[in-house]
């Protein structure tokens, strides 16, 4: 639906642990460069930069700080200036205006390159199709048409996002400690020429996608026991007063509410929404991945990739006098936060 490439902006500030804080943004940075750097195609308006607000006086030199020791860019812009550049917002009692890095990505443009690169590398793609039997580590999948194939593998990565925890319950019997949170959208007619979105909770956050907005509310996540894909109208309502208190004369007519759902993967379940990436293995050979969010993909797809080159070695390449170093535990599954 949308897409923000984030540049840690947002995450360095909003993470309540600061270490976890700096480490999202450290990710989404990395991610943020890789992408760009693959597809700056798939970059919509990569000349104009957004505009990050911050209400709460008391917790500027936090954001400072914490932006500072992630390497977050940011440049102080007055509240002048940033009314020449978005000249129909509200920027009454807002105590801090930055333009920072973030900035909208087209994903059909993204995945399309991806679909082709990969069809060039090789790779097979059977959409529509659904997993009818797992077998160890052979999977039956059954196409529209009622065809079935069997595919065998060494190791079978799930990284289908909201439908994994129903995968690993219907075919292993396992219930995962996967949860489903539940935010909203708003699209509308776009709203001004730079994206502009506040880093205090409760506050709305737009970006551009040709001539459309889209816009969330900071921390409306609401944890929920199944994915849907309702409108709550409360909280759509929420965002909506969001909405106007940065743009007053906001004409909502041509707009929309959206629901949409995100998940996490956590050992504590009563914790709060964890964007920290996940690579686990449940059963041996069946390992599910989870980027916390979107931009941190890349560094996840590294270290899953290594990962799964230290479960399966090559034999023809040699040894390094470290990798022969005799450990306690030579089978220890390394977690990754």
Request: hydrophobic share 40%.
């Amino acid at each position: 639906m949308k897409a923000w490439l984030h540049r840690g902006t947002y995450h360095a500030s909003s993470i309540r642990d600061r270490n976890a804080a700096i480490q999202v943004a450290r990710r989404c940075i990395y991610g943020h460069k890789q992408l760009r750097r693959f597809a700056p195609e798939a970059v919509e308006d990569p000349d104009v930069l957004p505009l990050a607000l911050i209400r709460d006086r008391d917790n500027l030199s936090e954001v400072i700080s914490r932006w500072d020791e992630a390497n977050v860019r940011y440049r102080p812009v007055s509240r002048a200036e940033a009314e020449k550049i978005i000249p129909d917002a509200s920027f009454r009692k807002v105590s801090g205006i930055f333009q920072v890095g973030d900035v909208s990505l087209n994903t059909r443009i993204l995945y399309r390159k991806l679909f082709a690169l990969a069809q060039k590398a090789g790779c097979d793609f059977y959409l529509g199709s659904e997993i009818e039997k797992i077998d160890g580590r052979s999977l039956i999948v059954r196409d529209s048409s009622g065809d079935r194939r069997t595919f065998s593998a060494r190791k079978i990565v799930y990284s289908s996002g909201i439908g994994a925890k129903d995968l690993f319950q219907k075919h292993h019997g396992l219930n995962l400690p996967i949860r489903y949170w539940k935010s909203h959208l708003v699209v509308t007619k776009r709203l001004a020429q730079a994206g502009v979105f506040f880093l205090d909770p409760h506050e709305a956050a737009m970006m551009h996608h040709g001539d459309v907005s889209i816009v969330g509310f900071n921390e409306d996540a609401l944890l929920c026991n199944e994915p849907s894909y309702d409108v709550i109208p409360d909280r759509a309502e929420n965002l909506r007063r969001g909405i106007r208190r940065i743009f007053p004369s906001w004409d909502d007519r041509q707009s929309i509410n959206v629901a949409c759902v995100k998940v996490d993967y956590v050992t504590d379940l009563m914790s709060a929404r964890s964007l920290n990436i996940a690579i686990n293995e449940p059963i041996p050979g069946h390992v599910l991945v989870l980027p916390g969010k979107m931009t941190e993909a890349p560094y996840l797809t590294d270290v899953l990739t290594s990962y799964i080159h230290e479960q399966l070695d090559n034999p023809e390449i040699a040894l390094r006098p470290c990798d022969q170093f005799p450990l306690q535990d030579s089978t220890a599954i390394r977690e990754v936060a």
